[in-house]
């Protein structure tokens, strides 16, 4: 049984959209930004205490004996990233949270994570507490300018 090429390729293509929709969908739902953010800053925090870089013939060890900080405060991050994305009602909390692990990250962790990990702690943290979830009910109308709206001559105007 053979099955014609374009339409496989359809299909795809209609999955593809159908799967895209869906994350549009479940990512306007949670502050998504502020999960990635948050998860961006815990691994340089993470990986640079441990890393053995190279620059060259130079060797740049960046071990220090604050590694189980640096450990703790990554591990903490990404487990607030996770949980910006899954339980929306902490936002607050988690957004604190994160602000406050990314300043202390600054002396514990080879200078949050070469400033990567603190700068993207801060953006992530702030954007957790400034997201506000979507309503349901559509946009009112703004309310009409009392100034603008005609009074009828006769009626009490104020004091006026």
């Not at 071990?63 to 902490?90: C, D, E, K, N, P």
Request: charge should be positive; proline fraction near 7%; aromatic fraction near 10%.
């Amino acid at each position: 049984m053979s099955f014609p090429r374009s339409g496989r390729r359809e299909n795809v293509r209609v999955a593809a959209t159908d799967a895209r929709r869906k994350f549009r969908t479940w990512r306007g739902e949670r502050p998504f930004w502020a999960g990635l953010f948050t998860f961006a800053a815990g691994l340089p925090i993470i990986y640079f205490p441990y890393a053995h870089l190279n620059f060259g013939a130079i060797p740049l060890a960046l071990s220090t004996s604050a590694g189980a900080g640096s450990l703790i405060i990554g591990v903490l991050l990404v487990t607030l990233a996770i949980s910006l994305w899954f339980q929306q009602q902490m936002r607050v909390f988690a957004g604190i949270t994160v602000i406050l692990l990314a300043l202390i990250s600054f002396p514990v962790a080879n200078f949050g994570g070469l400033l990567i990990g603190l700068v993207c702690g801060l953006i992530g943290g702030s954007l957790a507490c400034a997201w506000i979830p979507p309503t349901g009910a559509a946009e009112s109308r703004p309310a009409a300018n009392s100034a603008s709206t005609p009074v009828p001559v006769g009626e009490d105007q104020g004091g006026k």
